[in-house]
């Protein structure tokens, strides 16, 4: 009797003590497998670096929640989670998630709180699901809070490129999860900021109009306005991780040209926003004005670089408008919109980290830019422009009385325009074989080196408009008039991570996974086979595993 009890309870614990070892390595050791082909539950070692040194658990909400929420929300809604979850089993420390609905917040704070996620970049939006009295529109905010104990930061998840398919954006968010957490637990969890240069001096940005760059870059990046003609020495600069030219309109010297090439040469980033002419919108009206090459000497470093700054001017029909005066209506002024194909939008962009899935930027008087022969130097080009586009070489006329009749679409017959390029590799010193500039050793210069250039043919693409209501600077990319927000502003921030360290967490953005639609024709000529198939032949499979235990089980006891 005794014999048979042990034989009915060995089973048992012979379950039961291979689970509990089970447990035990389980513990002890920790690793995942992931069997996708495109290793969608694997993380960039980037990312896994920033998880493993983490020194603090953090919690994040998901604020994408509501009750019938669409298919395709309800799947980034649980991609998000399943994110949350694979940085958990890479993470050092404990992160937790939520959900949290912004709406239920309190009436009396939560308009404070919806201003709140807007500064972080989650704004909300309108989506319409089918119910059964029609369709019904849904307020929904798609982002992600993250927090410690003591500090917050926020990020928006649903983004995509202007003229994706509801399918494409999704799919683009979905890839793109992996960078926006792990930035965002970065901005959390690294107080440390690296200093960026805005070069000052010779007519760039004023200080309203640099506004946008200090705003976008606060709370990541010590922001310096630095006057080249201070400088003494090379190493003078070499403190600042990435220096700006922006919409300079005066010559440089020399002196301040070898000190920027000294510094492409050590390995300094260099970032140069400047158009190839010049134009006083202000004299626009009437007559009009006209637009004249401008001379900055900048030309002579790009040229040898590998790109150069065309004397022209874009006009593209994927315009934006501008506000001119139209009369007075009473005693106060009245803005009309004017169509002005001199300001336009940029939508079509490559698959760089800088610029992939990024919203439509403006470009306000853009001139074309050219490659030329640079050895050693790749160009990545980063922004096109539209199928439909022009080029007016300066000098030429400027009015917006020319805006009265509708533009001749025959006349734009050019596509495509590259409007940035990134410049790579080893590049050569404009000073090789030459004099360099008094004061400057030989022994300390460099005939070569890599560092990095990036080249915009709009001095005014990282520049701030202003309210049209008291004249105060606006966020970069917010156009007043239209009352829209430009990705100005993300590119800029993609721009100087890359630069900062392109094989951070900024390279997750490459992270490509492809869609897989199911075959409609399939569906229907096959529904009826495979409904079957997932019905019946379960019930099989499960009848005939029964049948051959029951037999075996019979078979052993009758001899018995």
Not at 350 to 375: E, G, M, W
Request: proline share 5%; net charge negative.
């Amino acid at each position: 009797m005794k014999n048979q009890a042990l034989h009915t309870v060995k089973p048992f614990l012979i379950l039961f003590g291979g689970v509990l070892l089970f447990f035990l390595l389980a513990q002890l050791v920790r690793f995942r497998i992931d069997l996708t082909e495109e290793n969608r539950y694997s993380l960039h070692p980037a990312t896994v670096e920033l998880l493993q040194g983490l020194d603090r658990p953090l919690h994040v909400d998901i604020l994408l929640t509501g009750e019938n929420l669409p298919g395709g929300m309800r799947r980034l809604q649980k991609s998000i989670e399943e994110t949350v979850r694979t940085f958990n089993a890479y993470s050092s420390k404990k992160i937790t998630f939520s959900y949290f609905d912004p709406l239920s917040v309190t009436d009396s704070l939560q308009e404070e709180f919806i201003f709140t996620l807007v500064d972080y970049g989650i704004n909300p939006t309108n989506v319409f699901s089918n119910q059964n009295a029609g369709q019904q529109s849904q307020l929904i905010f798609p982002g992600i809070l993250v927090a410690d104990d003591e500090y917050e930061t926020g990020a928006l998840v649903l983004k995509g490129e202007r003229g994706m398919t509801p399918d494409q954006i999704l799919n683009t968010s979905i890839e793109n999860l992996e960078f926006e957490l792990s930035n965002a637990i970065r901005k959390l969890v690294n107080p440390e900021k690296e200093a960026i240069a805005m070069i000052i001096g010779h007519g760039e940005l004023s200080e309203d109009e640099g506004y946008g760059i200090v705003e976008a870059l606060d709370g990541q990046y010590e922001v310096f306005k630095v006057p080249l003609d201070q400088a003494k020495a090379v190493q003078d600069l070499m403190n600042f991780g990435t220096i700006f030219i922006v919409g300079p309109k005066q010559s440089y010297t020399d002196r301040e040209l070898y000190l920027l090439d000294q510094y492409v040469m050590q390995g300094g980033n260099l970032v140069v926003a400047a158009e190839g002419v010049d134009v006083d919108l202000a004299a626009a009206g009437g007559e009009g004005t006209f637009s004249f090459p401008l001379e900055n000497e900048l030309d002579r470093l790009l040229f040898r670089y590998g790109v150069r700054i065309n004397k022209d001017l874009i006009q593209d029909l994927n315009l934006s408008y501008i506000p001119v005066l139209g009369g007075n209506f009473g005693n106060q002024e009245q803005l009309v919109p004017l169509p002005w194909p001199y300001y336009f939008n940029a939508g079509r962009v490559t698959t760089h980290p800088i610029t992939k899935a990024l919203d439509q930027v403006n470009f306000r008087f853009a001139s074309s830019l050219d490659t030329v022969k640079a050895d050693g130097v790749s160009k990545t080009p980063l922004i096109f422009g539209s199928e439909n586009e022009k080029i007016i070489p300066a000098p030429s006329r400027v009015a917006f009385s020319d805006m009265e009749q509708a533009p001749k679409v025959e006349e734009f017959n050019i596509r495509n325009l590259p409007l940035a390029y990134l410049l790579e590799g080893e590049f050569t010193s404009l000073f090789k074989n030459r004099f360099i500039p008094d004061g400057f050793s030989n022994a300390e210069f460099k005939e070569s080196g890599s560092g990095k250039v990036v080249v915009f043919g709009d001095g005014s693409v990282f520049q701030s408009q202003q309210s049209l209501q008291g004249a105060q600077p606006l966020s970069l990319g917010e156009d007043p008039f239209a009352q829209t927000t430009y990705a100005n502003r993300q590119l800029l921030q993609n721009l100087v991570q890359f630069l900062s360290d392109p094989e951070g967490i900024i390279a997750s953005r490459t992270r490509t996974l492809q869609i897989r639609p199911l075959d409609k024709v399939k569906v229907s000529q096959q529904k009826t086979f495979w409904q079957g198939v997932n019905v019946i032949l379960p019930v099989l499979i499960l009848s005939l595993l029964g049948g051959i235990i029951l037999y075996f089980r019979k078979r052993t006891y009758s001899r018995t």
